[in-house]
């Protein structure tokens, strides 16, 4: 039999559960001249837009940055991102995507979010310092494993070992979406369940599967 002090320590134990109204969307650094030089560069484009689309359907907000955007170009097309004319990149030349414009945002227009779902690249660059500056900055990171890659696959799968260390969530887009919609009663549940229905491309984890055996 669970005691008074268990019980209260089960109810208090942070599982990582996503609550839409407490979570926002960063999309990290999808940008052109990328994408001869990523691994798997289409299909986390591919992935990253998947999830895009249903933040705005279940109006979670949406926070993108571009690397040294005079440089490295826009954020490329694929995304989708001109759908969405009120989410304008934001520049930025630090790794991580908590620039001073970034912190402020979250704490005057989006007060309530504590979670971070994180997607974009290079994992092991910027995708690792947001994580690790949000996470320090005592947000919950979710960083979803099949829209996030680097340029070597060993950079990228060590990128997630350094992240789950840390204290980060790994985990899937459709894990993630689904987290969000929580109860098939949800009245956006139908359009969210057309997004997930897409043949999900292949993101190379099953190699990263392959090497860690």
Not at 19 to 42: G, M, P
Not at 123 to 145: F, I, K, N, R, W
Request: proline share 3%.
């Amino acid at each position: 039999m669970a005691t008074a002090t268990t019980t209260t320590a089960s109810a208090c134990r942070n599982v990582g559960k996503l609550l839409q109204k407490q979570s926002a969307l960063f999309i990290c650094d999808l940008q052109e001249k990328f994408r001869s030089n990523i691994q798997y560069f289409d299909a986390v484009v591919q992935v990253s837009s998947r999830l895009l689309r249903a933040a705005r359907l279940l109006d979670v907000p949406v926070i993108a940055t571009e690397q040294y955007p005079k440089g490295l170009g826009a954020t490329v097309k694929e995304l989708g991102l001109t759908a969405y004319p009120d989410i304008q990149p934001i520049a930025k030349t630090q790794f991580s995507m908590l620039t001073s414009d970034v912190i402020e945002r979250l704490r005057q227009q989006h007060p309530d979010v504590k979670n971070i779902i994180l997607c974009g690249i290079e994992t092991h660059v910027c995708v690792q310092g947001t994580a690790l500056e949000a996470m320090q900055a005592g947000y919950d990171v979710h960083v979803v494993v099949d829209a996030c890659s680097s340029r070597s696959m060993v950079d990228r799968m060590f990128a997630f070992e350094r992240m789950k260390q840390a204290g980060a969530w790994l985990t899937t887009s459709e894990s993630v979406i689904l987290g969000l919609v929580s109860d098939a009663s949800n009245p956006k549940f139908r359009d969210v369940q057309k997004l997930i229905m897409e043949t999900a491309p292949d993101s190379g984890l099953l190699s990263l599967l392959a090497q860690k055996m």
